[in-house]
């Protein structure tokens, strides 16, 4: 076993190696044909072209000796979790950021976004009697898969911005030069991120004693607000009944929330970089996240990211839109999870509000009649992104509400369970998004448009949403 190709493939490039350890496990644990570098055989779409080969290898090498982000029992105890809600019996949240920034990174950021995510989750436990799986696009969510390589500007044109673990969005040319040193500072960030929602799921911030605190302070005057206060006033009561029965304050279901973490898997250098083997199972999981998903853009049968994607064991996403043929989709979900492991599968739909009703249930049968079992989940997002009058890139609201509704309708027509949602959205009072009770207009984006990257809704959006998410879970 010892001279074996660790890469997995006689074919892969020398620097691609995961050191092989005589008695690490890690050979063993290698299948025939795959490996943590097998990737480097396939075509790989959206990498950045990096001025330094040797600065990058240093990089990787640093952070291949870095701990593991996620312990791959959590990642287990997560697809458990989205077993469960592929049967119907939950609902997943995810959310945050569509691009986490260097400069964005601040205590109440992280805070304010996981507050948000538990009154979010509060809302629809309460109104659909199901367990929430909450996720948050946080702690890693920084590469950025981009339509154009060039971005040009008043007749200046410059490459792309990538993500903040790859070059900066200021517009000169030094600042969108790839930097391989920006992925240690995104581990670095990425690991002081987990580690403060680790100590706000676990250490009593999210205890159920402390519903009604949650509310966000700028919240406290809205309609969003107010709905939430009344909500969490009922939650109180129950709970004072539950701990009069007897489930008190000291119970861990009452002091803990399970809070995990993901982010699109598209840098595969970084992703390879953390890719470990799990001990108690000789396992491969991809250790930068509990959950990794596949973009549209990237998810090619034939290429590099469906290659990766395939050989660990995190449970994994794969984001569609209407360009994906139903056939497409069930040997996609094929080639990643033989098995057919529920759980393992989460597919995210996002196709815009005029598409769902045409493409969606062509998708939902083909799955459904190959005996698949996958989590649909929506995100009314990406596929709702225009341009405003005043040149900001937004999403309407609205449309955000009838992609949603459209899929809610699908599901309930074919008689399947509409599992999830995932959207981009901060705790902050950003104006991104127009519309909503907020009343964003389009002449207020300019005022406090803080995205690196897509258009988010603000936590007053958010929370609006949550609601009416609510009432279409409602039994
Ligand atoms: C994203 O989630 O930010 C993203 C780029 O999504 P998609 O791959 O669906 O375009
Ligand atoms: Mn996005």
Redesign the pocket.
Known sequence: AATRNVRGSRKAPVHCVLAPKEGTGISEAESEDWGPGSWRNKEAMQQPTWPDQDKLEDCLDMIKKYPPLVFAGEAKTLKDRLADVCLGRGFLLQGGD??ESFAEFRADNIRDTFRVLLQMSNVLMYSSGLPVVKIG?MAG?FA??RSADMEEIGGVSLPSYRGDNINSDEFTPEARIPNPERLLRAYNQSAATLNLLRGFSTGGYAALTRVTDWNLDFMEDTEQGARYRELANYLDEALQFMSACGMTAEHPIMRQTEFYTSH?ALLLDYEQALTRVDTTTDKWYGCSAHFL??????RQLDGAHLEYIRGINNPIGI?I?NKCPPAELVELIETINPTNEPGKITV?I?MGAGNVREYLPGLVKAVSAAGQHVVWVS?P??GNTVKSDSGYKTRPFESIREELRAFFDVHDELGTHPGGV?L?MTGQNVTECTGGMAEVEDSDLPLRYHTH??PRLNAAQALELAFLIGNRLRK
């Open positions: 569509c691009a696009r969510q950025k898969p699109e998903w596949v973009g549209e853009r990237t984001k839109s995210i996002r995100d997002m990406h995932h981009e990257c897509d």
